[in-house]
C-alpha cells in the first residue's frame, strides 16, 4: 500500500471542511416546499411585534378609581381604560386576555413607551400639543374636564373662590398642575407622584383642594363620601391613546378600533359600567 503524503492528507481535510459547510448552509436556508424557519423574522413595526409576541403590552394607571385601580383583593387592575385596553388586545390578537398591564404614571408613561416598555399608553392622558411633539395620539376616547375635590363642607364652590394663602394638590408630570397655575396663580402648588398620595395628603389636611380631571375625581369622591366634585369645570380634558412616533400602522388599528366600539354600542356599556351615565353625544 502507498504511504499517503502529507499534502494528501491536507487535501483530504480541506475537502471534509468545506462539505461540513456545505451541509450546514443548506440545513440553516433550505426549508424545502412549504417548510418554515424555526426562527421569526425581525418585526418591522410595533405592531408586527404585538403579533410575533403574541402580547399586547399597555401602560395604565393602578391608582384611579373607574379608570385604572388596582383591587387589593384580587390582585387585578379594573376601571374603564383597562376595559378599553382589553378591547384592543382582542381587536389585535383575537383574545383580550392576550395582554399585560404595567403600571405608569403621570411622570413615567411616555419614557416608558418611548423606551419600549409598553406598546401604547391608556391612562387618562389629556391630548396636547406639547405632548405631540413627542407621541402619536389616537382619536378621542373620553372627554373630560378639569375640576376641584373638595371636602362636602367646603366653601370653595368655583375655582374663582381660591383665594391667596390656600393650597391646591395635584400629581406630578400632568397637565392639572399647569392648568391651575393659570387658573389661580395666587394659590400654592403642591405636587405628588400620583393622585393616590395627592388624595392622602387632601385628607391628612394638606391642601384645601384637589385638581385634576373631573372624570377622576369622581373616582375619588365615591371612594370618601366626605368629599365632592365641583360641578364647574376650567378646560377640556381630551384623553387619547398614545403610541410612539411614528407608529401608523398600529394607530390605525387604534382608531377602527374605537370607531367600531362607538358604532356597535359596545363603548356606550363601557361608559356606562364606570361612569354611572350614558356619555353625552
Known amino acids: 500500500m502507498k504511504k499517503k503524503t502529507w499534502k494528501w492528507w491536507i487535501a483530504v481535510a480541506l475537502t471534509a471542511l468545506l462539505s461540513a459547510v456545505a451541509l450546514t448552509g443548506c440545513s440553516t436556508t433550505d426549508k424545502g416546499e412549504g417548510g418554515t424557519s424555526s426562527e421569526k423574522t425581525e418585526a418591522t413595526n410595533t405592531l408586527e411585534k404585538i403579533k410575533q409576541r403574541g402580547k399586547l403590552v399597555v401602560g395604565v394607571k393602578y391608582d384611579l378609581n373607574l379608570f385604572g385601580l388596582k383591587n387589593p383583593e384580587t390582585g387585578k387592575v379594573e376601571g374603564f381604560d383597562i376595559d378599553i385596553a382589553k378591547g384592543l388586545a382582542k381587536k389585535i390578537l383575537g383574545d383580550e386576555n392576550k395582554i399585560e398591564l404595567k403600571e405608569v404614571t403621570s411622570k413615567t408613561r411616555i419614557p416608558m413607551l418611548n423606551n419600549g416598555e409598553i406598546d401604547a399608553i391608556i391612562a387618562t392622558m389629556t391630548i396636547t400639543e406639547e ?3 413627542e407621541v402619536d395620539f389616537s382619536d378621542v376616547y373620553f372627554m373630560a374636564g378639569q375640576s376641584l375635590l373638595v371636602k362636602k363642607d367646603s366653601p370653595i364652590n368655583s375655582v374663582k373662590d381660591l383665594k391667596k394663602g390656600m393650597t391646591v ?89 374605537l370607531k367600531e366600539i362607538k358604532e356597535n354600542g359596545e363603548y356606550d356599556k363601557i361608559y356606562e359600567k364606570w361612569i354611572g351615565k350614558k356619555p353625552q353625544q
Not at 406630578?172 to 402648588?189: D, F, L, Y
Not at 375619588?220 to 360641578?231: F, G
Not at 384623553?239 to 378600533?257: C, F, M, P, S, T
Open 131 to 133: 405632548r405631540k411633539k
Open 169 to 257: 394638590l395635584t400629581a406630578k408630570g400632568s397637565t392639572s398642575a399647569e392648568n391651575i397655575r393659570k387658573a389661580a396663580p395666587q394659590v400654592n402648588v403642591l405636587e405628588f407622584e400620583n393622585y393616590a398620595e395627592a388624595f392622602t395628603a387632601l385628607k391628612a389636611g394638606q391642601g384645601d383642594a384637589l385638581t385634576t380631571d373631573n372624570a377622576l375625581l369622581w373616582g375619588m369622591a365615591k371612594q370618601d363620601p366626605n368629599y365632592r366634585v365641583l360641578d364647574e369645570t376650567f378646560t377640556e380634558e381630551p384623553y387619547g391613546i398614545a403610541v410612539r412616533k411614528g407608529d401608523k400602522e398600529l394607530l390605525q388599528v387604534i382608531n377602527e378600533y
